[in-house]
């Protein structure tokens, strides 16, 4: 059943040419390009630069997805997606992989048939305000305007956390990172919140950045990651271990500068496998050989990742945190590649 | 006999279905009504093969799971611990506040318009031309941002009534505050307040309320009354008896007797922490909303009624004049009744037009019934096809009432042809 719904005119429910398609990666195949859902602008995870090019730590596990894949990190094509649109674009078949810092819940899981492939950014919601307030806790925000993007997990969290703090709060309700950035500006409203990396993110393209303040308190646990359709395990795996190939480059020292060298030279029979240097891993998911390798090629592993687009010597400045190696005492963990 | 049968009516064989005119408009209507039937069919099928293909249901149970999230304006008592079908009934409610203040202001601005537009003074009826144009011709949205983002950019944060010398100051006596987020202006309160009527649900009416409404309504009935009397004291004497005093005296007097008793008062909005409290927050987003719809509806409004009045021969005002009428009674008497049968129908697509156009308050953050059903619950609960569907319902009754309405009245106003 392949027929491609027309719905007239629930546009807004585009389930157009999407549902019953269940080899997603003999389609990106066969198309030559990886239809990647990214965010519509949110500096050091997913923008365009000034000439048009989509840069980012979430757009980077797009290259590697595509370089995986296609053998081609550049054949992706970047669908910006808002809130409110992102899950339906990916479940209507129009993207192939969302990476947009999206957070991994249990009913996103189940009842909306995504599947979070893994976790590629450990983050938490937090406040940003005006140094001019005077606040310098989430606790004395009681009666405040806060900017809020519509249908983010994030939504939520504030009402849950001002009811539990039993205090009260006027939301604004915005669409787009770049407009409640305008509306915080304004001072339309005193606070806004979303995942501390998006503040982060947001406050680095301030014109004043040392202006405003990230409130220390974290009210929520916010996982981000890619997500695919439910229903294709397949393209699902590939998505998955395309990521932990970039984790696990970076646990065995693999990178972007070293991997040529290493494919000939490296006797670590784990880095050996990563690279299809001994087993063909590749052939499990359907792909060739040096998969992980050209995945690893496109834009380094994750730590290289991490550190070009939002680590500390950027200009959003995150230190690695719960985002470090296992073995630096965070959470980033890939499981064996065997 | 039956040969004479035979010949005036010759049996039916197939091929009359085409060739015989007294079958052939049935037999198309069959075919189109098939197809028709076949093509909603297939959408119907494809979409239960679709949701089903993504292991999708069709269920509306999600409007009764919590909602988990907060609304601005709530016109209802409305927590994030209510369900989501409370939340779409709070966004409807916001439809229709924006809707009939906006239908209502839109036929202000549009009767002035369209008047002036006919005016022999060149300069109004110049600028009239100038504001019907440019608003009939720049999209709807871009309106709606644009007076948005004054009242953003261009308002003072609340914090700037801050302290001694503040940078921004409350108009009227102290009772209105224009910020970038809101105007905050003076709530009711009253001394002797008779308690609400419940109506379950926690939707209640303050007794003072229908009150007033009940005596403005009798008011009214009364102020006709008192006008048909003068009318048959006038057919009978000719002299019409002044009534002015006495209609301004049952509109007024009983409100302000309910307004003493009530102990009715106003509390002024006070700046307390990060925002104003006591008063009524009314959200930019609101306002902006109302103003845009407005202006561009009225702007189409005007083109009509000046089409209606146009549609009056001259020669009806010109003999209204050679009776010695005044051009106020002229207006009144002769013009407008002609004119409003030609406006009616059109105006009830413009009122139609400026319900559906609501839906785009979220390009403002307002929380309508598109904003709270079709936005963040539909967000939440990934329930698309329904959120839509329910939405698209809504707007449909919505959008049938008023042209329900609007025909009733339409049928009282047209050319009754005796």
Avoid at chain 1, 112 to 123: P, Q
Avoid at chain 1, 228 to 256: C, K, M, P, Q
Avoid at chain 2, 224 to 246: C, E, K, L, Y
């Amino acid at each position: 059943m392949n027929t491609s719904v027309f719905l007239g005119s629930v546009a807004a429910v585009t389930l157009m040419a999407g549902a019953g398609m269940a080899d997603t990666l003999a389609d990106v195949k066969a198309r030559g390009e990886l239809n990647c859902g990214v965010n519509t602008g949110l500096v050091g995870f997913a923008a365009p630069d000034a000439n048009g090019n989509w840069t980012g730590f979430d757009v980077d596990i797009c290259k590697a997805v595509a370089a995986a894949v296609l053998g081609d990190a550049t054949k992706v094509k970047y669908v910006p997606t808002t809130g409110q649109t992102r899950f339906t674009a990916l479940s209507s078949g129009e993207v192939d992989v969302l990476a947009r810092n999206s957070t991994w819940t249990f009913s996103r899981d189940t009842d909306l048939k995504l599947d979070f492939i893994g976790v590629n950014y450990y983050d938490g919601q937090g406040f940003m305000v005006n140094k001019d307030l005077g606040v310098t806790s989430a606790k004395e925000l009681d009666g405040a305007t806060v900017c809020i993007q519509t249908g983010t997990t994030t939504e939520l969290n504030l009402a849950d956390y001002f009811k539990a703090n039993n205090m009260t709060y006027t939301p604004v309700n915005i669409d787009s990172n770049a407009e409640g950035e305008q509306q915080y500006m304004a001072g339309a409203c005193d606070a806004y919140t979303t995942d501390a990396s998006g503040l982060a993110a947001t406050r680095a393209a301030f014109a004043d950045p040392e202006n405003h303040i990230i409130l220390p308190e974290i009210i929520s646990k916010e996982p981000l990651g890619p997500a695919v359709r439910h229903g294709d395990s397949n393209w699902g795996d590939i998505v998955r271990w395309t990521l932990y190939a970039l984790i696990a480059a970076e646990e065995y020292g693999v990178t972007s500068a070293n991997v040529e060298e290493l494919t000939t030279s490296s006797q670590n029979p784990e880095v050996q496998r990563l690279l299809g240097v001994t087993d063909d891993l590749g052939a499990m998911i359907g792909l060739d050989k040096e998969w992980a390798k050209r995945a690893i090629m496109a834009s380094g592993n994750y730590g290289e990742i991490f550190a070009a687009n939002i680590g500390e010597q950027t200009p959003i400045g995150l230190a690695r945190g719960l985002n470090a190696q296992w073995t630096q005492g965070g959470l980033m963990y890939a499981m064996p590649f065997r | 006999m039956t040969d004479v049968m035979v010949s005036a009516n010759p049996p039916f064989r197939p091929s009359m279905l085409i060739h015989d005119r007294r079958y052939r408009s049935m037999t198309f209507q069959v075919i189109v009504f098939i197809l028709v039937m076949a093509l909603a069919w297939w959408l119907v099928n494809n979409t239960v093969r679709n949701l089903a293909a993504m292991g999708k249901d069709f269920d509306f149970g999600f409007l009764w799971q919590r909602a988990g999230y907060d609304i601005p304006q709530t016109p209802i008592p409305y927590t994030s611990d209510d369900t989501h079908l409370r939340a779409a009934f709070v966004g409807l409610l916001n439809t229709l506040i924006v809707s009939i203040l906006g239908c209502i202001a839109a036929t202000v601005v549009g009767i002035i318009a369209g008047v002036a537009r006919l005016s022999n003074n060149w300069l109004i009826a110049r600028l009239m031309t100038v504001y019907v144009e440019a608003f009939r011709n720049v999209p709807l949205l871009l309106w709606i941002l644009i007076v948005f983002a004054i009242f953003t950019e261009v308002m003072p944060p609340p914090n700037a009534f801050r302290g001694d010398d503040p940078a921004a100051s409350m108009i009227l006596f102290d009772h209105v505050a224009l910020t970038n987020r809101y105007t905050a202006i003076p709530t009711l309160a009253m001394t002797n307040d008779p308690g609400s009527l419940d109506l379950g649900a926690r939707i209640t009416f303050n007794w003072a309320t229908i009150a007033f409404v009940v005596v403005l309504v009798a008011g009214w009935i009364v102020r006709r009354m008192i006008a048909a009397w003068a009318q048959r004291v006038q057919d009978r004497t000719g002299v019409r008896p002044t009534t002015w005093w006495m209609s301004l005296g049952v509109m007024t007097v009983p409100s302000l007797l309910l307004i003493w008793y009530f102990g009715l008062h106003m509390i002024p909005p006070q700046l307390r922490g990060f925002n104003f409290t006591g008063g009524l927050n009314v959200q930019n987003g609101l306002v902006a909303l109302w103003l845009a719809l407005t202006l561009y509806t009225g702007a189409f409004i005007a083109e009509i009624v000046r089409a209606g009045i146009l549609a009056v021969s001259r020669g009806q005002s010109e003999a209204a004049f050679a009776l010695g009428l005044r051009p106020g009674r002229t207006m009144n008497l002769v013009i407008l009744p002609q004119a409003l049968r030609v406006i009616i129908p059109p105006l009830i697509s413009q009122y139609l037009n400026l319900t559906k156009n609501s839906s785009l308050a979220i390009a403002v953050g307002y929380m309508d019934i598109k904003g709270t059903l079709g936005g963040t619950t539909l967000n939440q609960t990934g329930r698309e096809l329904e959120s839509i569907l329910l939405m698209m319902g809504v707007y449909l009754v919505l959008s049938l009432i008023i042209s329900t309405g609007m025909n009733i009245f339409n049928a009282s106003v047209k050319l009754k042809e005796r």
